[in-house]
Each structure stands twice: as C-alpha cells, then as structure tokens.
C-alpha cells in the first residue's frame, strides 16, 4: 500500500448531537395504536367509533370556518370560548377556575409528558399508584425520577400506606415532587376512590408540600352513583394539578387535552410547550361542536353506550371466567380488572388468547416493578357488545387450557 | 411578643421545581399576533382570509369523517396519505423522500423549536443569517447557542463571508452545529439566493460537517422567475434539514409543519416531541383537501394574489417613499424589505407610523446584535390591495416628517 497523505477523520452528523440527544430514547408507549393486528382486541383503550359525532363535526368545521375565517385559520391564540367551556363545566364540579388556570394541550399525554421536565431533576422522587397507567410512568421514569409505588385496593391508592410512605421519606429529608393519581375510574382497576380517601390524599399532598396530579381522563362517564368531588375541588391550598382531556368524551384523534393548576406551573408547564399555544382551527372547531349543549348530549350517550358494554362484558366474566378470578365492578370509565388466582399468569395466559384471536393487556404492563401477572386489564370501550362477548368467552377458555396445561 | 414553639418552614409550590424549570424564560416571539390592536398593520406576515379555502376545508372534513371515523377520530398514526403528499411535493422538485425522512410537526416553527434541543449545548455555535427570522433564532439562543450572524446583500447570505467564518472557527478547533438559512424568499428580506451561492453554501455544510437547515416556508409562491432547486436537492451527503410548512400554503391556524432530512435526526427531533406524533383527526382533513390536485390550484390561487398585493406595494412605495428609501424587489413571498438612508431610523419612524394608524417590522426586530435600524419589513401578504396602498402612503408620509423634524 503506498502511503497516504494525513487526512482528517470524516465529518459525521453524529457528531453534531447535544449530550441530550446522543442516546436514542426508548420509545415510550403513548397512545394506543389502532388494533389493525389482532382481530378482537380488548387490549386498548380506544374510543368506540360507533359514536363519534361526525356529521355534527362536520357542522361545527363548516360553521367555524366560514364565520370567522380570520380567527380560526390565521395565525392566533386558540378559541377563548372553549377554554370557558372548560371553566364552565369545572365550575359545575365546584372549581371556580380563571382563563389563567387552564392550559391547553394536545392530548392530556403532552401535559403529563410536560410535568417532569418541570418538576424532575434526576433521582427525584414520584409517587406513582401500582398498577397505574404507563404511558404517563414511563416518561417520569425516562427523566429521572425514582418512582415508588404506593398499593392501590378496591378504594384505590392505599392512603395509609401512602402516609407511610410519605413520613419515612420525610424522616430522611426526602420530599417527594408528586403523586401521580388517577381517582376515577382508574386506568387500569376501574376502581374510584371513595370520598374519605380523596380527603385524605388532598390534606397529605398539602401537609407535606407535595403536588397532586389527578388524571381525570374518564371522569364523565359515570354509568352508576353519585358523582364525587375531584381532588381540585376538595383543595384549598393550590396542590392540586387537575389533567383532562377530550379523548374520552370527543375523539381521541383530535389530539385535545387541557391541565388546570396555578397559572405560575402552568406558565412552566408552557415553557416546555415548544410549539407554543394550540393552534386556533382545532380548538374553534371543538368549542364550536361543543355549544348548545351538544358535548354533553353526546356524553349521556357515550355514558348509556359504555354503561350497557360494560355490564355486557361483567355478564360474559360472570358466565365465561373461572369462578375464582376476582373481576372488580367498574362505576365508569373504559376498563375491567380481573385478578387472577394463584395458578393463573397473565403472561402465559397472552399467547393463549392470542391463538384465539383475542388480545388483552397483561396486568405487568401496569407496573414498573414486575408486579401485575396476576391480572388483566379489559377494555369494554372499542369493541362492540357482540365482539365483547366473543373475545371474553375465548379469554375464558384460554383460562381453562392455561389450567389444563398446568396441572 | 410571646415566643412561638418552632415551626418548619411553610412548604411552597415553588420548591419543587427542576432547574431547568426555575427561572422563568422570556416569552418567545413566535407566531405573528393577529393584529388587531392596530387597524392597519404591515409588521407581520399573516396570510390573506381572503383566500382561505373553508368551503373546501369543510368539505374535506366531512369527507374524512365519514368515510374512515376509525381511523380519522380514534387513538393513531397521522394520515400516511398526508406524508406521501409531501414526499410527492418533494419529488417534483428532485428530492426522493421516504417517508421515513419526514416528520410532521406542529407549524414549522414546532421543528425549528425542537432543532436546538437536538443539536445545542450551551456554547456551541449556532450560524445565522443577519437579518433573520427571530421567532426561530432567539429559541437557538435561550438553548445556549453561541450565534455568529453572517451579513447578507440582494443575492442573500453571503457565501464569502460564511466561508471565511467557517476556516477562522475550524483553526479554532469550533464545528458550529448548524446554519439556519432561508434561502428562498427571505424573512425579512424577501431575496433569493441563486444557483451558485446555493451550490457553495452546501458544498460548505459539507466540507466543515455542518448541519444546514433550510428553512422553506414560502417557496411554493413564486411570482416570477424559475423556481430554483432548494438546499436538499442539491444536497448529495445528507447535511440538509429542510423545513415545511402549510401556513403559507394552506392556513396558519392549522399549524402544521413538516421536517425532511436523514432518518437519525428525525428520530431525536422526535424524542425531544413530547406529545408524541400529530394527531390523525387534523392530517386527514388535510391530507383529504390537498388531494385530486386541490392544493395546487390553490397555490397557484395564492400566487396571483400575492403577486397582485407586491406589485401594489411596490408601485405605492416607488410613488410615496422617498427616493433616497432602497427597495428590494422579492420574487415572491410575503414581504418587502426598504433599507432606509442614514437620517431615517426604522425606530423613530415606529411612532410616527402608529401615529397614523400603521404598522411595520423595525429592522432591528430581525438582528439579535442591534444592527437594523436602517431598514423596515412590510408584510403585503395579510391587507387588501387598497390598505396596503393606504398604509404605505401613510409611512411614506410618517418618512417626511421624520426628515423634517431631524433637519
């Protein structure tokens, strides 16, 4: 070989990188992918499309539009009127709350995405209920924080043990940054924790300086019971973070979420809100469907629709699981959790049903500490009642080979 | 005073933020407000109402809905259909784009947002042009950027000058992380960079390992001319990021943008996107209104339009501005930059223009190193024909006296 001249190594765009971005992220699972893959799916928390409000959409795009061309598709801050609709329906809940206490978002995952980036330095502490909903976890977790489970019950978050938890950290100067609860209709128990308990986590959070962030992504559709008071409206002192979303109520393709909390977080919150304010077409479009009373007609529909698949769903449980998986009775929301007996795995249970046709999401995928293989989340919101009774009769019989294998 | 047994100090929200969460960062400038606080603004570029397509817009909605409210409503990925349109874009113009070299965005400005995360520590050398977009640059800036401002003249940013810049930081031992270059129809100048100084500028990105981010908002309306080939498709190594948008083109109050560039950097600009990937709902309708040769018709529309509004400002300013005012003629775009002789500064001619009821950009408002004062932005985009005539009378008068209060 004849020698070469001494050349400088190749530039590369590698090395361009901030030290941020040199490591390529996990990929976090954030909203659930349509269920294309399996055929009868009761894995994810999907809306079901047999209600989505299209022709009504298509009004309220048509109407916003040609009204107020300027305002909806030029360059502007988002629709004042469906930030007071947010108000207005807060203040039917007991939340008196102002334009600066509300912040909208795209999706109640960019808020919960949002929060460690202003509330978590590597090594801080969040406390986080087990099982919870991982999408949100996972992003805590990928910014540092060191999260501890607090056990949840059939009144979800375990308040005793939350004090518990809170007074040892304090005993060794640690305070916590938040508390990451979902109070009604939990993702993924179902479970809603009882007014008692609600008092309790409000006066903890404020005793011992620590923000509460309630996900209420399923709060409106209650199918039995007596609505409850929200942790913001038992707050007195500012340490509650409400997070919400049009998801559940709307279409979760809309990408629509909000937060309500004091304007001084919210204004952090914004900070990392790189792409600035939500865009002015979407959020006029939204409020304009959602005048005169037309979003909450639509949610006593969803509530009615939801609440028969559900009790659908407990039904096939009650004639089609083995008499000793333990199914919680959900008062609203999307989901149903079955605890499963000692003999049973969740896990070895997913390729069961998989050959049956039939997903659902394994109880370990609701925790970050390999707990959760004795459960199963069900969804009863995408499907439909014939599917639902389909798909849980064949988990049933997965349960019954799974069984038969075993023993 | 009776003594009071020793308290803990009162917990505050305000303790538990992150550092990078603590002080609060001065508002950005971003988008343009909409301008209704002066009755006849110039100062930004807002798209004409006039033009906005909301009966098809609202036809596409419905259509979207309709036909596929699975898939348009529900949890899932933004319209495949939409980044094929893009990559079809993209195509006539030589640039044979995946669609893994796309990444849809939240506006343009949600990418040139994310880029600093990606690419800046706090010291490195970010490269601008000067005058430049500040929306973008002063983002470059809080991340930590170290900027050094290459001058510009009617052919755009001068090429000599970047490359001496480039050698003297090379013998430094400094790799600037990139360059931020709006080579076509310039913000605020309106210039065109040509062929030869395009071919430069990339082959220096290339040389000294650079990143250059083509910032293309305003291409597609060209008034007259061949259209020239944009960075990327000059571009054979890679070392081109060229940024979207459909503000321009479409509706700013959609707020869509789109990056095209290598695989690897999309994905990271992707890690720092924290609400995940856009929504399907607001990609379907525009993927719907862009289709069967919609959109096309509708630039080529705005192209009349604008060009009608430029030479209408351009007439009025040769009829009203003193003849000492040197105005660049743009081959398309928004805006029409007038540098100023030396007794007019754009400041002092700020409030003799309010005075009168009118608005324009100060210089001074697209340097971050006080240079500007010598030349004004005009926007034709957003006015009629008939305010725009009025409007520049007006500054052509608010000159006068200015002169003659100076003399």
Redesign the interface.
Known sequence: MSTQPQEAPA???????????QA??AQ?T?????SGATPLSLA?G??D?AL?P??E??EA??EA??ER?????????PSAELIEQIATRLGRQGIAAEANQLLL???S??IL??L??????PG?VVIIEGPSFLGAVR?FEQVGARLITIPTDAQGMDVDALEDSLASLAREGI?P??IYAIPTFHNPTGVTMPLERRKRLVALGAE????IVEDDAYGDLRFVGETLPSLAALDTE??VLRVGTY?KIL?????LGWAYG?P??L??LS??K?????????TH?IARYSADGRLEAHIEELRALYRYKCQVMLDTIAREFPSDVTTLTPEGGFFIWSKLPADLSANALVPLAAKRGVAFLPGTRCYTNGQGDDAIRLAFS?QNAENIVEGITRIGDAMRELRATDH
């Open positions: 530039k590369r765009l590698d090395d361009l990188y901030a030290k941020r971005a390529v992220a976090l954030g909203p659930a992918p349509q994810f999907l809306a499309p989505f299209t022709q959409l298509s795009t048509a539009v040609a061309p300027d305002a909806v598709l030029n360059y502007g801050p978002s795209y999706g995952s960019q995405a949002l460690p980036e202003v509330l978590v330095d801080d992003r305070r940054k938040f011992y300086g620590v923000l500012g340490w998801s279409a979760p393709g809309v990408r004091q001084k977080l204004q952090r900070m990392f790189l792409e600035g304010a939500n865009g002015p077409f979407l479009v995408y």
